[in-house]
């Protein structure tokens, strides 16, 4: 039974490696919060490398400030290999046969083969090697088929770095260039800003409030500072303040990085390889797949043990009640079924791709139809992410030129990671020669933007009349900039005959507020611009410059709704998934949005409240809650795990850094392929299209995929159980065998091979309407129903043998046993196509063409080989012609009373 148990939990486990790297941390954590340390030379070398100047490291790494040239880069690449941990290398192909073969499946026909051979039985053994040849062989080529496919998927969505390079000499001037994050080389230098992931183990060089999150490293959820010149000796590589680590990311400000190491020499690289030996807790999908399996394999463990007594006491031959028992554990296990849950989802991830969406894990496929409730994100799936600038005014209301002007040096002179406000505020391009950026301005130093202060700052040297001064100008979201504004710059006609700076008083910040609430109501995101003047002799500015500013007015960005947004919506909800909405924009421009596009405007639950609110509390508000605005990323990040502790399934839709631990926590995390590299690497799903549109054509793929393989799950489980109480009834009454071991493994052979077309199967429209979640009760409640009915078929198959063909007798068992061979094998075969559907096969629904061909061809098989010359050598017999108009009867008895029970279970328990 571990030998089972340990064969469903594996045919999956090489795919779960790698999802264990992106979903959870790299290492268990210790008691002190710390991750183990790496391979002992590891750590010294890294250590040297933070200890040692900078020239050295640079002088070590052949490398400069120019970077390498191109020609250095491309030696090392083909000296190093590229820059990939080595945690899922291609086996060779006969290591990847020799795997296929092993599972419990395959020993246990292995070993009746081998006793099978030991009895003399060649004929059997023929016949039990060939269904051992075949499960491997169909496995092996379809496991080879789907890691094709998906690495074919993977290639599409590559993850690029920024680093500076030249062409020939050193003194060229390096050149800025993104290239594929496997490309990177030792030496390298590596730009890196917010957003980014970090693609190598790398030595800061120059850095700006450079923080980076840790966590899949140490498990520790507080981004960690990073210096060009760490404050103190560290005294392990992770605790080093100048040492950046592949697979962390950049929360905030920017940097220079030397690439120090790259692939399986980096600290990620070396750690991984242990990694892989752990067994990851199974998601969803796998423990689905091994609660069903296991309700069949205890169903055998209860059953064979009594066929084994039964035939052994009634027969008096022990050996052949052994194989017999044998052969029937043979035929409950369902071995098929690895071969088709691996070929189901790789034919759906493929059709997948041509609905542009990208599937980084093939068992997402099924999280995917069986997701309820959807979270996105406003802009870009909502909006049309092609945000214009509407209006720029003072603080009032009033049309004002300044403050365009300082947005603009605010967005040019910016070094982080610019958003598509920032490229609205530059499309005014002429602003560029108007403000004569060359000749007037010096830019000085600039405060990058994070998502706690959500505001950044540039400091430039303003040359004019009074000569040279300095301005730091803050641009960010109205609330945080406010917070750092004592006076609003007011327009002529209110301060006099020029502009002046007035207090900003409680009476004048309602005003600002008030004009800013009518810009939201409108559908308008708001962004403030601020600023203050500085003497010329600072040259380093942190976060606490940024204080007692001058608010010089709002200007206003319109993103107006995508058209296909609304009716893709619509369709999400009349397929059962509800959307909501997880903005960090404000409420009004958050609810204009929503009533355009037909989601509900109100209630509307603010991140605040979400701060103040409980875990109860919370999983209260999710199921009352639609929209949510003004959310921190942590306030995403519990209202998805809100919602998964109700039980519901969860995707979430997301493309910035400030998406990622909601991407991690929800049950499907969905991306685009534009998005920054950490959601890329957190998503299970990458989008080529940022549409909801394309998301609802994935989720019906999604659901056609989880019904198919429930196909295979019910004839198995129902075929089985029906085939048991058969043989226990036969058994109990008849002085022979009702089927020789050998027909009864040909038997099992036959209808497994027909379910090989049930992957390229259709589904109804109504199955795929409503999310598709495992429900193994509902798997033994159909197995327990429909079971029956065919066993009716075969005690009435018994009697007509028994007192038509007068196949009563040991001397005409062979006319019994091939009587109900065939009757046995058309009604498995013909099972999937009654409950494939709940409607009416052949009639309201027709199978696929290549379920029809296998199920077809197989049927014929049966029917012809008691007649045909290999007969004997399967100790079949020739049935009579009048046999014939009984299988049509009992055929269409079996076919008329199964649509009826159908019916009745449909109405009393559903039919998912």
């Given at each position: 039974?571990?030998?089972?148990?340990q064969?469903?939990?594996?045919?999956?486990?090489?795919?779960?490696?790698?999802?264990?790297?992106?979903?959870?941390?790299?290492?268990?954590?210790?008691?002190?919060?710390?991750?183990?340390?790496?391979?002992?030379?590891?750590?010294?070398?890294?250590?040297?490398?933070?200890?040692?100047?900078?020239?050295?490291?640079?002088?070590?790494?052949?490398?400069?400030?120019?970077?390498?040239?191109?020609?250095?880069?491309?030696?090392?690449?083909?000296?190093?290999?590229?820059?990939?941990?080595?945690?899922?290398?291609?086996?060779?192909?006969?290591?990847?046969?020799?795997?296929?073969?092993?599972?419990?499946f395959?020993?246990?026909?292995?070993?009746?083969?081998?006793?099978?051979?030991?009895s003399?039985?060649?004929?059997?053994?023929?016949?039990?090697?060939?269904?051992?040849?075949?499960?491997?062989?169909?496995?092996?080529?379809?496991?080879?088929?789907?890691?094709?496919?998906?690495?074919?998927?993977?290639?599409?969505?590559?993850?690029?770095?920024?680093?500076?390079?030249?062409?020939?000499?050193?003194?060229?001037?390096?050149?800025?260039?993104?290239?594929?994050?496997?490309e990177?080389?030792?030496?390298?230098l590596?730009?890196?800003?917010?957003?980014?992931?970090?693609p190598?183990?790398?030595?800061?060089?120059?850095?700006?409030?450079?923080?980076?999150?840790?966590?899949?490293?140490?498990?520790e959820?507080?981004?960690?500072?990073?210096?060009?010149?760490?404050?103190?000796?560290?005294?392990?590589?992770?605790?080093?303040?100048?040492?950046?680590?592949?697979?962390?990311?950049?929360?905030?400000?920017s940097?220079?990085?030397?690439?120090?190491?790259?692939?399986?020499?980096t600290?990620?690289?070396?750690?991984?390889?242990?990694?892989?030996?752990?067994?990851?807790m199974?998601?969803?999908?796998?423990?689905?797949?091994?609660?069903?399996?296991?309700?069949?394999?205890?169903?055998?463990?209860?059953?064979?043990?009594?066929?084994?007594?039964?035939?052994?006491?009634?027969?008096?031959?022990?050996?052949?009640?052994?194989?017999?028992?044998?052969?029937?554990?043979?035929?409950?296990?369902?071995?098929?079924?690895?071969?088709?849950?691996?070929?189901?989802?790789?034919?759906?991830?493929?059709?997948?791709?041509?609905?542009?969406?990208?599937v980084?894990r093939?068992?997402?496929?099924?999280?995917?139809?069986?997701?309820?409730?959807?979270?996105?994100?406003?802009?870009?799936?909502?909006?049309?992410?092609?945000?214009?600038?509407?209006?720029?005014?003072?603080?009032?209301?009033?049309?004002?030129v300044?403050?365009?002007n300082?947005?603009?040096?605010?967005?040019?002179?910016?070094?982080?990671?610019?958003n598509?406000?920032?490229?609205?505020?530059?499309?005014?391009?002429?602003?560029?020669?108007?403000?004569?950026?060359?000749?007037?301005?010096?830019?000085?130093?600039?405060?990058?933007?994070?998502?706690?202060?959500?505001?950044?700052?540039?400091?430039?040297?303003?040359?004019?009349?009074?000569?040279?001064?300095?301005?730091?100008?803050?641009?960010?979201?109205?609330?945080?900039?406010?917070?750092?504004?004592?006076?609003?710059?007011?327009?002529?006609?209110?301060?006099?005959?020029?502009?002046?700076?007035?207090?900003?008083?409680?009476?004048?910040?309602?005003?600002?507020?008030?004009?800013?609430?009518e810009?939201?109501?409108?559908?308008?995101?708001?962004?403030?611009?601020?600023?203050?003047?500085?003497?010329?002799?600072?040259?380093?500015?942190?976060?606490?410059?940024?204080?007692?500013?001058?608010?010089?007015?709002?200007?206003?960005?319109?993103?107006?709704?995508?058209?296909?947004?609304?009716?893709?919506?619509?369709?999400?909800?009349?397929?059962?998934i509800?959307?909501?909405?997880?903005?960090?924009?404000?409420?009004?421009?958050?609810?204009?949005?929503?009533?355009?596009?037909?989601?509900?405007?109100?209630?509307?639950?603010?991140g605040?409240?979400?701060?103040?609110?409980?875990d109860?509390?919370?999983?209260?508000?999710?199921?009352?809650?639609?929209?949510?605005?003004?959310?921190?990323?942590?306030?995403?990040?519990?209202?998805?795990?809100?919602?998964?502790?109700?039980?519901?399934?969860?995707?979430?839709?997301?493309?910035?850094?400030?998406d990622?631990?909601?991407?991690?926590?929800?049950?499907?995390?969905?991306?685009?392929?534009?998005?920054?590299?950490?959601?890329?690497?957190?998503?299970?799903?990458?989008?080529?299209?940022?549409?909801?549109?394309?998301?609802?054509?994935?989720?019906?793929?999604?659901?056609?995929?989880?019904?198919?393989?429930?196909?295979?799950?019910?004839?198995?489980?129902?075929?089985?159980?029906?085939?048991?109480?058969?043989?226990?009834?036969?058994?109990?009454?008849?002085?022979?065998?009702?089927?020789?071991?050998?027909?009864?493994?040909?038997?099992?052979?036959?209808?497994?091979?027909?379910?090989?077309?049930?992957?390229?199967?259709?589904?109804?429209?109504?199955?795929?309407?409503?999310?598709?979640?495992?429900?193994p009760?509902?798997?033994?409640?159909?197995m327990?129903?429909?079971?029956?009915?065919?066993?009716?078929?075969?005690?009435?198959?018994?009697?007509?043998?028994?007192?038509?063909?007068?196949?009563?007798?040991?001397?005409?068992?062979?006319?019994?046993?091939?009587?109900?061979?065939v009757?046995?094998?058309?009604?498995?075969?013909?099972?999937v196509?009654?409950?494939?559907?709940?409607?009416?096969?052949?009639?309201?629904?027709?199978a696929?063409?290549?379920?029809?061909?296998?199920?077809?061809?197989?049927?014929?098989?049966?029917?012809?080989?008691?007649?045909?010359?290999?007969a004997?050598?399967?100790?079949?017999?020739?049935?009579?012609?009048?046999?014939?108009?009984?299988?049509?009867?009992?055929?269409?008895?079996?076919?008329?009373?199964?649509?009826?029970?159908?019916?009745?279970?449909?109405?009393?328990?559903g039919?998912?």
């Open positions: 039974m571990k030998l089972l148990k064969g469903f939990s594996s045919f999956l486990r090489r795919r779960r490696a790698l999802r264990h790297f992106r979903r959870r941390p790299l290492l268990g954590t210790l008691a002190g919060g710390h991750a183990p340390a790496a391979s002992g030379q590891l750590a010294v070398d890294l250590l040297h490398a933070a200890a040692e100047p900078q020239a050295d490291a640079l002088r070590r790494l052949g490398s400069g400030a120019s970077g390498l040239t191109a020609r250095e880069a491309a030696q090392r690449l083909l000296l190093d290999g590229p820059n990939e941990v080595d945690h899922d290398k291609p086996l060779p192909g006969w290591l990847r046969l020799w795997r296929c073969y092993l599972n419990p395959n020993l246990l026909l292995t070993a009746l083969a081998g006793l099978s051979w030991l003399a039985d060649a004929r059997a053994t023929l016949v039990i090697g060939l269904m051992v040849i075949l499960s491997t062989l169909l496995r092996f080529v379809q496991e080879g088929r789907s890691h094709k496919a998906a690495e074919g998927l993977r290639s599409l969505v590559g993850n690029t770095a920024s680093v500076i390079r030249h062409e020939v000499a050193k003194s060229d001037t390096p050149l800025r260039q993104n290239i594929p994050v496997r990177l080389v030792t030496g390298d590596v730009v890196l800003s917010a957003g980014d992931m970090v190598a183990d790398c030595r800061v060089l120059t850095a700006r409030d450079l923080f980076v999150a840790q966590s899949a490293m140490t498990g959820s507080a981004p960690v500072e990073k210096f060009v010149t760490p404050p103190g000796v560290a005294a392990g590589p992770l605790e080093a303040l100048n040492l950046l680590f592949m697979g962390t990311s950049i929360v905030s400000g940097a220079t990085a030397l690439v120090l190491a790259t692939g399986s020499r600290y990620f690289g070396t750690l991984a390889a242990s990694a892989l030996t752990v067994d990851p199974p998601n969803a999908f796998q423990a689905g797949v091994n609660s069903v399996s296991w309700l069949l394999i205890r169903f055998a463990a209860v059953m064979v043990p009594i066929v084994f007594v039964l035939n052994g006491w009634t027969k008096g031959d022990w050996l052949q009640a052994f194989l017999f028992s044998v052969s029937i554990a043979v035929g409950l296990t369902p071995e098929m079924l690895p071969m088709i849950v691996t070929s189901t989802l790789a034919k759906g991830a493929v059709l997948l791709s041509r609905r542009k969406v990208v980084k093939l068992d997402a496929i099924q999280n995917l139809g069986a997701m309820d409730v959807l979270c996105t994100d406003k802009t870009g799936t909502l909006t049309q992410d092609k945000i214009a600038v509407a209006r720029n005014t003072d603080a009032y209301g009033q049309a004002s300044d403050v365009l300082f947005a603009f040096l605010n967005s040019y002179y910016q070094t982080g990671l610019k598509l406000l920032d490229h609205a505020v530059l499309d005014h391009v002429e602003l560029a020669q108007e403000l004569k950026l060359e000749e007037a301005y010096r830019k000085i130093d600039e405060i990058p933007f994070d998502f706690v202060r959500r505001r950044m700052s540039v400091v430039v040297a303003e040359r004019d009349e009074r000569g040279e001064h300095h301005e730091l100008i803050c641009k960010g979201a109205l609330e945080e900039v406010l917070s750092i504004c004592t006076h609003v710059r007011v327009a002529p006609a209110l301060a006099g005959s020029a502009p002046g700076d007035a207090l900003l008083d409680a009476a004048a910040l309602a005003r600002v507020q008030a004009y800013a609430r810009l939201g109501a409108e559908g308008l995101r708001v962004v403030a611009v601020a600023m203050k003047e500085l003497p010329p002799e600072q040259t380093i500015y942190t976060v606490a410059d940024e204080a007692r500013l001058v608010l010089v007015g709002l200007i206003a960005f319109l993103d107006p709704p995508k058209e296909s947004a609304a009716p893709a919506l619509k369709a999400l909800a009349a397929h059962g509800r959307v909501k909405v997880l903005s960090g924009d404000n409420a009004a421009v958050t609810a204009h949005v929503c009533a355009q596009v037909g989601l509900p405007t109100t209630p509307i639950l603010l605040p409240q979400v701060e103040a609110m409980n109860a509390a919370l999983q209260a508000a999710v199921e009352q809650y639609d929209v949510f605005t003004k959310l921190a990323p942590l306030h995403k990040e519990r209202i998805i795990r809100a919602l998964r502790a109700r039980g519901h399934v969860v995707g979430f839709i997301g493309d910035g850094i400030n990622a631990p909601a991407l991690r926590a929800a049950d499907i995390g969905i991306s685009v392929d534009t998005a920054v590299d950490i959601a890329k690497e957190a998503a299970d799903i990458i989008l080529l299209e940022k549409s909801l549109l394309v998301l609802d054509e994935g989720v019906i793929e999604g659901r056609t995929t989880f019904c198919n393989m429930l196909k295979y799950i019910r004839m198995t489980a129902s075929s089985n159980f029906g085939n048991v109480l058969s043989v226990l009834v036969a058994s109990a009454v008849l002085p022979f065998l009702p089927m020789l071991p050998l027909q009864l493994l040909l038997q099992n052979l036959l209808y497994d091979v027909s379910q090989t077309g049930i992957p390229f199967d259709r589904v109804d429209a109504e199955l795929v309407a409503r999310p598709l979640q495992w429900n009760a509902d798997i033994g409640r159909f327990l129903f429909f079971g029956p009915l065919s066993s009716l078929f075969d005690i009435i198959t018994f009697s007509v043998m028994w007192w038509v063909f007068a196949a009563d007798s040991v001397a005409r068992q062979g006319l019994f046993q091939s009587g109900w061979f009757v046995g094998l058309l009604t498995q075969t013909l099972i196509h009654l409950i494939r559907t709940p409607r009416l096969p052949f009639v309201q629904s027709w696929a063409t290549p379920l029809l061909v296998m199920t077809a061809a197989i049927m014929l098989l049966g029917l012809w080989l008691p007649m045909g010359p290999l004997p050598y399967f100790k079949l017999q020739a049935l009579p012609l009048a046999y014939f108009g009984w299988l049509a009867a009992i055929l269409l008895g079996y076919f008329g009373l199964t649509t009826l029970m159908k019916r009745y279970y449909i109405r009393r328990f039919w998912q």
